[in-house]
C-alpha cells in the first residue's frame, strides 16, 4: 500500500459523527488496516469528532469539522479540526475522580486516549486540533 491522505470536510451536526465513522471504516478498508485495529480507530474518531461537534463548534451548523487520514505501511494518522474557540486541557475534568465516576459525560479524551498510540491536542482561538496516530505494525 501506498501512502494516501483522504480528507472530508462535515457541519456541525450530529449526523456528522456517522458520516465520520462511516469514512472511517472506507479508509480502514482501503488502507489494509487490520480489522482487530479498526474498532479502536472507529470509537476514537467518533468521540473526537463528537467532541468537535458538540464541543468546539457548539452544534453550530455554519461551521464545520475537518476529518484527515494520513495513511502509510507504518501507521494511521488521522486528525480532527474544529472552528471553536479552544480550550485549556488542562481545565479538563479528571473523569476518574470520585465525583465525576458518575457523571453521563466527560470521558471523550480518555477514551481517545486509552484507544490510539499517540493523542496530540492542539488548542487554539480558531479552533483545536485533535491528532491521533494508531501504529499499523507491532514493534519489537
Do not use: W
Not at 470536510?9 to 469514512?23: D, F, G, I, Q
Not at 505501511?73 to 471553536?84: A, F, H, P, S, Y
Amino acid at each position: 500500500m501506498k501512502n494516501q491522505t483522504i480528507e472530508k470536510k462535515y457541519r456541525s451536526h450530529p449526523n456528522a459523527v456517522v458520516k465520520a465513522e462511516r469514512l472511517t471504516e472506507k479508509v480502514g478498508r482501503k488502507c489494509d488496516v487490520d480489522t482487530s485495529l479498526m474498532q479502536d480507530i472507529c470509537i476514537a474518531v467518533t468521540e473526537a469528532v463528537n467532541n468537535a461537534v458538540e464541543h468546539g463548534n457548539n452544534l453550530e451548523p455554519d461551521k464545520y469539522v475537518t476529518l484527515r487520514f494520513d495513511c502509510s505501511m507504518e501507521k494511521l494518522k488521522i486528525t480532527v479540526r474544529d472552528q471553536g474557540n479552544g480550550f485549556d486541557v488542562a481545565s479538563v475534568d479528571d473523569p476518574l475522580t470520585p465525583e465525576n465516576l458518575t457523571k453521563p459525560n466527560g470521558r471523550g479524551l480518555l477514551i481517545v486516549e486509552s484507544l490510539m498510540d499517540e493523542v496530540k491536542i492542539v488548542p487554539s482561538a480558531a479552533g483545536t486540533v485533535i491528532v491521533m496516530v494508531k501504529n499499523l505494525v507491532k514493534k519489537s
